[in-house]
């Protein structure tokens, strides 16, 4: 069994930063992509940032300088400075997972954490 639990959502006002991060835990035997996605109200679920097993990261275009994605062993976070009030969503994180007794890895999501940014 694998889970993703993230941590770290919250209320904040416009022009602040939050953190959020996320822990995989399980069984683990490799840990390709994580990223995070997020979706507003109303609004498809759109991915946020990714960063690769090897360090390369991608961002999209409506964070791009304000948001950070990074990664340490099983975690992964996000740093989300200059906040804006269409920022607000509930956030997942994401894994492409292989299990130990597996021969291919498998999308895996968190449970969510909502950011809200008041303007």
């Known amino acids: 069994q694998v889970q993703l639990v993230e941590s770290g959502g919250g209320l904040v006002q416009a022009g602040g930063s939050l953190t959020l991060s996320c822990i995989a835990s399980?069984?683990?035997?490799?840990?390709?992509?994580m990223g995070w996605y997020r979706q507003p109200v109303g609004k498809q679920r759109e991915l946020v940032a990714a960063i690769s097993g090897g360090g390369r990261t991608n961002y999209a275009d409506s964070v791009k300088g304000r948001f950070t994605i990074s990664r340490a062993a099983n975690t992964v976070y996000l740093r989300m400075n200059s906040l804006k009030a269409e920022d607000t969503a509930v956030y997942y994180c994401n894994a492409l997972i292989q299990r130990a007794s597996a021969v291919r890895g498998d999308d895996y999501w968190g449970q969510g954490t909502q950011v809200t940014v008041s303007s």
């Open positions: 399980g069984n683990i035997f490799s840990i390709n992509v």
